[in-house]
């Protein structure tokens, strides 16, 4: 299982989260000096992706990945506190990447995805997640936020 965990997380997110945008300021015309303050909301992206990515692993028995999704519900760590924090990692780590290049191109694709994630999340893993884990996705759907973190963290009752 550790191997199916590397490889997802090297095909999503490395891919995602690295060589599309490194590719994107290489090439970018239009980026302009960047500040390097970006290099530090991208390191705090990295590190909640990488603590959602252990999660699944950990507690939900699965990948980050479509096809091997996690067999249990994640609700421990950053799960506690908002339902999608591994996405909130990834738009932490591009705005990074757009904050230092200043690339207009990065924030674009940053734009571009996070609509396509929240369609995703809306359209897929919610029904999915529903169907798959029941009443408790219920309560967990009902006591966490999708996006915005709260400050107060969720405990299931009922595990």
């Known amino acids: 299982m550790?191997?199916?965990?590397?490889?997802?997380?090297?095909?999503?997110?490395?891919?995602?989260?690295?060589i599309v945008p490194f590719m994107l300021s290489?090439?970018?015309?239009?980026?302009?000096?960047?500040n390097l303050s970006g290099l530090i909301i991208l390191a705090i992206g990295l590190m909640i992706l990488l603590w959602?990515?252990?999660?699944?692993?950990?507690?939900?028995?699965?990948?980050?990945?479509?096809?091997?999704?996690?067999?249990?519900?994640?609700?421990?760590g950053l799960y506690r506190y908002v339902r999608n924090p591994m996405y909130v990692g990834v738009f932490f780590i591009l705005l990074g990447w757009a904050i230092s290049t200043a690339s207009p191109l990065i924030s674009g694709f940053?734009?571009?995805?996070?609509?396509?994630?929240y369609f995703r999340v809306?359209?897929?893993?919610?029904?999915?997640?529903?169907?798959?884990?029941?009443?408790?996705?219920e309560k967990y759907k009902n006591n966490v936020p999708r996006w915005l973190p709260q400050t107060k963290a969720y405990y299931p009752t009922n595990k």
């Open 2 to 18: 550790f191997l199916r965990a590397l490889l997802a997380f090297l095909m999503v997110p490395v891919v995602v989260t690295g």
């Open 26 to 34: 290489l090439y970018d015309p239009y980026k302009g000096q960047g």
């Open 52 to 76: 959602c990515v252990r999660d699944f692993y950990i507690s939900g028995k699965g990948t980050l990945a479509p096809w091997d999704p996690p067999k249990h519900l994640v609700t421990v």
């Open 110 to 117: 940053t734009i571009f995805l996070f609509t396509a994630f």
């Open 122 to 137: 809306k359209t897929h893993e919610e029904p999915w997640a529903e169907e798959m884990f029941g009443t408790e996705w």
